[in-house]
Nanobody, 115 residues
Framework: QVQLVESGGGLVQPGGSLRLSCAAS????????MGWHRQAPGKQRELVAT???????NYANSLKGRFTISRDNAKNMVYLQMNSLEPEDTAVYYC?????????WGKGTLVTVSS
């Protein structure tokens, strides 16, 4: 089992920046991927970004350039740096850990972009 705990969400003004963190613990595999998905009210959950244990990244096309994902394998942490935030970025952001064909999700952290 893998447990994921997100932090760093909150209220931010349009154009501002925010960094999300996710701490993983439990029985983990060396080869894995971690990432972030988000779900806005009334919308489907969508991919934000992923990063493998080999540091290979993948971003949603609309977000590449504004968001940056990174990880610290030694600390079992993944981060999401969000810049130039827009009201449309308002959503619950969920941390993902996937390995051996199984997905694990955190409970999410709410990001609200508003004046």
């Amino acid at each position: 089992q893998v447990q994921l705990v997100e932090s760093g969400g909150g209220l931010v003004q349009p154009g501002g920046s925010l960094r999300l963190s996710c701490a993983a613990s439990g029985s983990m595999f060396t080869i894995n991927a971690m990432g972030w998905h988000r779900q806005a009210p009334g919308k489907q959950r969508e991919l934000v970004a992923t990063i493998t244990s080999g540091q290979i990244t993948n971003y949603a096309n609309s977000l590449k350039g504004r968001f940056t994902i990174s990880r610290d394998n030694a600390k079992n942490m993944v981060y999401l740096q969000m810049n130039s935030l827009e009201p449309e970025d308002t959503a619950v952001y969920y941390c993902l850990y996937t390995a051996a064909g199984i997905n694990y999700w955190g409970k999410g952290t709410l990001v609200t972009v508003s004046s």
